[in-house]
T-cell receptor
Framework: AQKITQTQPGMFVQEKEAVTLDCTYDTSDQSYGLFWYKQPSSGEMIFLIYQGSYDEQNATEGRYSLNFQKARKSANLVISASQLGDSAMYFCAMREGKNTGGFKTIFGAGTRLFVKA | GAVVSQHPSRVICKSGTSVKIECRSLDFQATTMFWYRQFPKQSLMLMATSNEGSKATYEQGVEKDKFLINHASLTLSTLTVTSAHPEDSSFYIC?????????????FGNGTRLTVT
């Protein structure tokens, strides 16, 4: 069965510094997609970044980058130059490779990030 | 683009009544929509996959007779919580992909906070 593990329930970072949010996954699929989403206190889910299992280069989107280590099954999110507005819940997610019903996406437990001024 | 609208954002109902939550894709067609449930400070749990024109696919442990899903058009899926009880109180979020591409992320509605008294 597929599984996403986020072991950091909460993280603190000083404004303007970088922070790494950990994510490991387990799947028997060869083809899969990894996503990171941000959920502010207002509740909406915001897509941040995507990494495909066959992508050889780490994904980057502005201040977000994904440290993808396929052999270790990890997909850590790196946020550079943290801003106060980055304070939120962050979820790592995996889209399954087999179409068992629309390519389901499962989520990790999440990490709450606190950015300090 | 890729906006998903969910209504209502909040609802309070009495135990034993039914509540309908609507999820609309405003600027794209969604043959598949996903319904998630989120308990406070917890992750998103996939409840079911809603397929346009056919029956929904429910995840293990989700009662299909309690959580009725109808996907009658390419832009509308509804979740009806039947005979609601206090334990059904939760945050319900729908989502869909705007494109069939494998790297296409989920776009989420803003969620519905259900409180059953």
């Amino acid at each position: 069965a597929q599984k996403i593990t986020q072991t950091q329930p909460g993280m603190f970072v000083q404004e303007k510094e970088a922070v790494t949010l950990d994510c490991t996954y387990d799947t028997s699929d060869q083809s899969y997609g990894l996503f990171w989403y941000k959920q502010p206190s207002s509740g909406e889910m915001i897509f941040l970044i995507y990494q495909g299992s066959y992508d050889e280069q780490n994904a980057t989107e502005g201040r977000y980058s994904l440290n993808f280590q396929k052999a270790r099954k990890s997909a850590n999110l790196v946020i550079s130059a943290s801003q106060l507005g980055d304070s939120a819940m962050y979820f790592c997610a995996m889209r399954e490779g087999k179409n068992t019903g629309g390519f389901k996406t499962i989520f990790g437990a999440g990490t709450r990030l606190f950015v300090k001024a | 683009g890729a906006v998903v609208s969910q209504h209502p954002s909040r609802v309070i109902c009495k135990s034993g009544t039914s509540v309908k939550i609507e999820c609309r894709s405003l600027d794209f067609q969604a043959t598949t929509m996903f319904w998630y449930r989120q308990f406070p400070k917890q992750s998103l749990m996939l409840m079911a996959t809603s397929n346009e024109g056919s029956k929904a696919t429910y995840e293990q442990g989700v009662e299909k007779d309690k959580f009725l899903i109808n996907h009658a058009s390419l832009t509308l899926s509804t979740l009806t919580v039947t005979s609601a009880h206090p334990e059904d109180s939760s945050f319900y979020i729908c989502s869909a992909r705007a494109q069939r591409a494998y790297n296409s992320p989920l776009h989420f509605g803003n969620g519905t906070r259900l409180t059953v008294t």
